[in-house]
Each structure stands twice: as C-alpha cells, then as structure tokens.
C-alpha cells in the first residue's frame, strides 16, 4: 500500500539535515545512511550517498531520474552467484527424459 498523497514522501528528518549542511559546504563528501526506507527528493540530485545493504555501504550519486524513487532501491542486499553446475546437469537430465517420453 503506498502513502497518503497529502503525507508527502517520507525522508528522515537527519537525512534532510544532513543534506541541508551538505548543500552549504563547497567540498562535497558522501552522505553515510541507514536509511533506505527514505524517498529521494529533487534536493539529493547530485549529492553522493553511502547506503548501507546490511553489511557494506555502496556508493551512489543521485540523478533526475532517481527522484520518487527509495534510497535502498539503488543498494541490492542480495548478491545472486550464478546456479550451480548441479543444477544445470540435472535439468539436462530431466529434459533428455522428457524428450525421449515425447518421441514414443
């Protein structure tokens, strides 16, 4: 279920502080957050953000097209490996068997 349209996207208020203190500063460092349930509001566009996946921080920088979009969207916390060689010898197996049923 998303938000209340007149609620407005819900950002942390130390995020938006931390933005605000960022805007004003010439040298730009990222912005370190736990945050990923935050929207991100035309104010982050080009500021660099550090979201933390669960266990390392990635780096982003914020683009238009970023904006209304959340924050951990951008910092997958699951890194998928491949299947396993396993996998592929046994659905070899089970198609060749499901053709030599088909060709009978």
């Excluded at 950002?11 to 736990?34: C, D, G, H």
């Excluded at 982003?60 to 997958?76: N, Q, R, W, Y």
């Amino acid at each position: 279920m998303s938000r209340a349209v007149w609620k407005g996207p819900f950002v942390e208020e130390s995020l938006i502080k931390k933005v605000e203190k960022q805007q004003n500063q010439p040298n730009k460092k990222p912005i370190k957050t736990w945050s990923r349930k935050s929207t991100i509001i035309p104010e982050f566009v080009g500021l660099s953000f550090l979201i933390y996946n669960g266990r390392k921080f990635i780096p982003l920088t914020i683009s238009e097209d970023m904006v209304g979009h959340k924050l951990g969207e951008f910092a997958p916390t699951r890194t998928f490996a491949g299947h396993t060689p396993a996998d592929k010898k046994a659905a070899k197996v089970e198609s060749a068997e499901g053709e030599k049923k088909d060709s009978k």
